[in-house]
């Protein structure tokens, strides 16, 4: 008897090959979704829409399972795209990959999915969901290295009733060993590593075509003009590459990094060392702030990350309107505007909000 009808979004990755392949082992019956969410490949190299969907197509073939491609493309381009070039323009540094799942994968797909009748909605996301005292939440993925909640914090907790993650018990080696002893075509294909449905192209050289070009100083902590930028919405805080300023004559040899991005005057302070005083904070507030299930205190503690790859952080947490006020037990370095901090109770994630000022 089958657990259910589940539409599984098969980007013609690993993840999501296991994950349909999971499924159907487990007993569901299961459909397979080729989301085209960027225009057509555009000729460059680094365009890979052709070559996913042929992976998706001839893995859905090997477990005979039918699949179907719907483009995505307008809604992409409305709800995230142009949202990332806003952010960018008024000098943030905005992560699409989060904005992707709140309104593509969990809000467009999850609709198209409930509306054509099935059960389930299913990714190849490193994260899994609970059931505790009857609220479905977001949890860690069991592998520390892979974790995705992350880029989950945002979407709709209402969704999660009729999500699965199959993979989100599983280490990654053991989803590439489950791909290969299944003879999948996708086991040994390398992760993306690219900006959300973009791929992985120069980001400078992408975004020179969407954004103009506005220079201006790029200036120490005392105000010396040491070269010149391209435009802030090219640059982020922390960077270190990229910003041409080599060879200064400077009492030491260590390398620059951008600390601060002046949107009133255009201008860009770079600071010299990883551990500049500059580079580091410890408040933050947030806007549009997105819990994945109401939180009963306005202030707690918690733990909270402001990048993907950091380790969690001690931090006191204050909820109002939509916004979260986060103070750090430690200085945290380069937390960004347009980045998200992200909060954790012990694995649940409870939510999180984009950066807007730091402190």
Not at 2 to 31: C, H, M, R, T
Not at 214 to 233: M, R, T
Not at 307 to 336: G, P, W
Request: glycine letters at 8%; proline letters at 4%; charged letters at 25%.
């Amino acid at each position: 008897m089958s657990k259910g009808k589940v539409l599984v979004g098969l980007s013609g990755g690993v993840d999501s090959s296991v994950s349909a392949y999971l499924l159907q082992k487990e007993g569901y019956e299961v459909d397979a979704l080729f989301m085209r969410n960027w225009k057509d490949d555009d000729g460059t190299p680094y365009c890979s829409i052709k070559e996913d969907f042929m992976d998706a197509t001839f893995v859905a073939d090997q477990l005979n399972i039918p699949i179907k491609e719907l483009n995505f493309s307008l809604d992409y381009k409305e709800r995230v795209f142009k949202y990332f070039l806003d952010e960018l323009e008024a000098g943030n540094t905005p992560n699409p990959d989060i904005l992707c799942n709140k309104e593509i994968k969990f809000d467009v797909f999850y609709k198209y999915a409930m509306n054509s009748n099935y059960d389930f909605i299913a990714t190849g996301h490193y994260a899994r969901i609970e059931d505790i005292n009857d609220t479905y939440s977001l949890i860690k993925g069991s592998d520390g290295n892979k974790d995705q909640s992350y880029f989950l914090h945002a979407i709709n907790g209402e969704v999660l009733k009729n999500t699965l993650f199959p993979i989100g018990e599983l280490e990654k080696s053991k989803v590439r060993e489950i791909a290969r002893k299944k003879g999948l075509i996708t086991s040994e294909k390398k992760d993306s590593t690219g900006i959300c449905f973009i791929g992985e192209r120069p980001f400078p050289e992408f975004l020179s075509n969407y954004i103009k070009k506005s220079p201006g100083p790029i200036c120490n902590e005392n105000g010396d003009v040491l070269g010149q930028h391209k435009g802030l919405a090219f640059y982020t805080l922390g960077q270190r590459q990229g910003l041409g300023i080599g060879g200064q004559k400077t009492t030491d040899n260590k390398p620059w990094y951008v600390a601060n991005k002046d949107i009133t005057n255009n201008i860009v302070t770079v600071v010299q060392g990883n551990d500049h005083p500059l580079l580091f904070s410890k408040n933050l507030t947030t806007k549009n702030l997105h819990l994945i299930n109401p939180i009963a205190d306005s202030e707690f503690e918690a733990m909270a990350k402001v990048r993907y790859r950091q380790k969690d952080q001690k931090c006191n947490i204050k909820i109002s309107d939509k916004h979260l006020t986060v103070h750090f037990k430690e200085a945290q370095r380069a937390v960004t505007p347009g980045q998200s901090v992200v909060l954790y109770k012990n694995d649940i994630c409870l939510g999180g909000g984009e950066i807007s000022e730091v402190s």
